[in-house]
Structure formats: C-alpha cells, structure tokens
C-alpha cells in the first residue's frame, strides 16, 4: 500500500474539521469502514457528484475542499437511509448536515442557491401551516428564483385530481411544531445543531 496515502488520512482524521465535524454531527468519520451500504440505499446518490460512502472517504483523505465545493452535500434529502444502513453507526445524514452548516459558515452563502430556496420555504410552510403547502411552495419558488412559469402546466392537471390546493388548513398541533422550530433555535444559537 501507498505509505504516502496513510500519512494522509492520519493528518487529515486529526484535522480541525474532523473535530469540528464530530461535534456537531455527533458521530466520527473514523467509523466509516467504506463498506458501500450507505451509497447502495441513497436515493439521492445518482444526482450528486460522489456518492455518500465515497463522500466519507474524501473527508478521511483530507479532501475537505473538494467536498464542500461540491454538489453532493447539498442534493443530500436528509432522509437518514444511510444512517439507519450503516453497519458501523455512521450518522452519515448528520455529518451532511454538518458539512452544509461549515460551507454556509465559510461561505455565507450556496452554490446551490435554489436547493437553499426550496428547503428554506419547505421549512417556512411546515412553521406556518405544521404541514405542506404545495400550492405556495410553487409559487413562492418561481416567484424567488425568477423562473416564474416553471412547471405552470403541471397545475391544473394537479389541480384536477386533487393533488394541489389554493389553501391549506393548518396542522391542530401547530403551537407544538412552533415549540421544536424555537427550540432548534436556540441549540442554533449556541451552536448544538447545524
Ligand atoms: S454504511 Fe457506514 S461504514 Fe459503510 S460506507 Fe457508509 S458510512 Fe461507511
Ligand atoms: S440522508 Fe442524504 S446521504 Fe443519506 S441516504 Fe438520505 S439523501 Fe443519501
């Protein structure tokens, strides 16, 4: 084996961002055996640039720039596939997590601006409504990404059978769903949580 390869990943596993990485994910990159289940059950992994597992090994080679210069860490749904798959308890949807959280505090902004877009209004409607709008989702999207009749002709067909609604009614348990929103807040704010 390449002994140059090895003194690599032994800097790059005791870097500052692995640290930093691990205390905000609650999980170490160590763990990774790169045993590939986590790619095989990601829905996502075909419209990233490096699968999840293959993600992981660039973070223990010490690649941290090409990783957060990439797309994968932001086409990630956070559906937590890889994180129940892993054999060696990997949270692999917090570590995505994290590393959204490290680009945004380096960066102050997305290369994936319109991947921001859509997850910021998703969460404001589930704040608002404790539920999805989908109607207001699409507006609010291509009123703010300045694509205003994306997917316009899809409405009425949705409309039709049910699919989309002009209003929502809001989720009983509302006054709850306010209750984790201002407490994901305040672990924010004392930076627990990405
Ligand atoms: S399933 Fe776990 S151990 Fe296997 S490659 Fe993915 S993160 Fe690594
Ligand atoms: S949490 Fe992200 S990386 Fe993990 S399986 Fe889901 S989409 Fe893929």
């Known amino acids: ?32 055996m790169q045993c590939g289940k986590c790619s ?16 992981l ?11 957060l210069a990439g797309r ?6 956070s559906c937590e596939t890889c994180t129940t798959r892993c054999p060696n308890g990997v949270d692999l949807a917090a570590i995505m997590d994290a590393l959204r959280k490290l680009w945004w505090d380096e960066q102050g902004r997305s290369e994936e601006k319109q991947v921001q877009l859509a997850s910021r209004l998703f969460l404001d409607n589930i704040r608002r409504y404790g ?13 703010k990404s300045g694509k205003l009749f994306k997917d316009l ?23 709850e769903i306010e209750q984790i929103f201002a407490r994901i807040e305040k672990m924010r704010q004392k930076g627990k949580t990405p």
């Open 57 to 67: 090994r660039q973070l223990q080679l010490g690649q941290h720039a090409q990783v």
């Open 131 to 143: 539920r999805q709008h989908e109607m207001r989702l699409g507006a609010l999207f291509n009123l």
């Open 1 to 32: 084996m390449n002994s140059s390869k090895i003194i690599l990943s032994r800097q790059a596993l005791n870097s500052v961002l692995v640290t930093k990485l691990k205390q905000l994910s609650g999980t170490s990159i160590r763990n990774c």
């Open 153 to 175: 002709a899809l409405g009425p067909k949705l409309m039709a059978r049910g699919k989309l609604k002009l209003t929502q009614e809001k989720n009983r348990n509302l006054a």
């Open 40 to 55: 095989a059950g990601c829905p996502m992994a075909g419209f990233m640039d490096h699968a999840p597992s293959r993600t």
């Open 72 to 77: 994968s860490i932001w086409y990630c749904a």
